[in-house]
């Protein structure tokens, strides 16, 4: 038997995530496991839901972290806000989209669909032709920051709109949370998702959700249980509020969690969410200085996630795999209908850096040279170093 580990090597993670981690996360990750009801421990969980949720913008009292990665935070919120026959709405604007429209179609629920071409947000124009039609919806569900677009969707229209017919809303802000602001108790979001992964700067593994009073009492007076008995959110809510054992709760991960939230709230959250624009704007004036076009049109431009177009006759795959082997640098491919067309650029968290915006543009510029393209390093780079100065 090989009992030789493979190498794990140190990456800078630019991709669509996991993203950079720091070192004090890291250093919590090697805090002592103990007991998922050990009152030392319980404390750090009521620690999690505080500081989560002004970084969500809510005072949900259900607001703390779900078990899984950020697919459990979907499962858990469709799941319980699903029963058979439901009517819902699904806003498709890419890969997420689509994932969501999966999960509703397996909790049984009767899917209507607003769909978007690739590059573009769901329109809210369309969400109200539907709604007008008289059919009751139970909610609209859809994501906020399209991570295999790069699409940031527009919030104010959307809500305004479920306020009008009374449906409530289910936002995916997994790309969001941590990096950008959220303002999920103005827009009337009834439940939200997220993952420890991406902005929040923390390992896979958890995920942050939250549901508003109203989704909570709907949940407790469903006509049948929530199909899903780990991610239900009623029994959750004993682990939480009543400290009675529901699952082991991954006490490390909660550590790691814990430290990264710390670390979010002092840096201060307008500091950071400028920081995750203003390394955006560096990292667009970069690629414009290698003669690279952004996917997205200017005004739906998701900051932490950057959809840089491939240019005529390079190999997509070869880039990554060069930046890669060369530079231990991690960009994403497309997903779906993109692959092969974009690279997935994550700005994000502790990733979120000049110094890793500033080796990117230098290793990307180098990768495309190597296939021939003609790339102006110097002037990417005095694109790039002149945002920072702002
Ligand atoms: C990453 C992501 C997910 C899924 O999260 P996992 O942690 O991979 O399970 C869901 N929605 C969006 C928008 C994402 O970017």
Redesign the pocket.
Known sequence: MDLSRPVTPGRKLMG??PLDIHPRVYKALASPVIGHLDPSYLQSINRIGDLLKPIFGTVNATTNAVP???????ECCIANLTEPKDNVLIGIA????D??KQMAQRYGADVGIVSSPAGSPVDPSKVEKILKSGKKYKYIAL??????TGILQPMDEIAEIARKYNTMLIL????SLGGLKLTIDRWGVDAA?A????CVGSP?GL?PVTFSDKAINIIKNRKTPVSNWYLDITLLMQYWDSKTYHHTSPSVLNYALLEALLLIHEEGLEQRFERHNQMHRALVAGMNGLGLKMLVEEPYRLPT?NTVKVPDGINEAAVRKYLLDRYSVEISAGLGELSGKVWRIGIMGYSASPQNILLLITALSRALEVQGYKADLASALSGATSEFDK
Request: with cysteine.
């Open positions: 669509a995530g899984g990665t950020g697919t459990a935070g979907m890419g890969y997420f989209g994932r969501l994501v906020h920051a399209e991570t295999s995916d802000v997994v790309t998702y993952c420890s992964q991406k896979p995920s996630l």
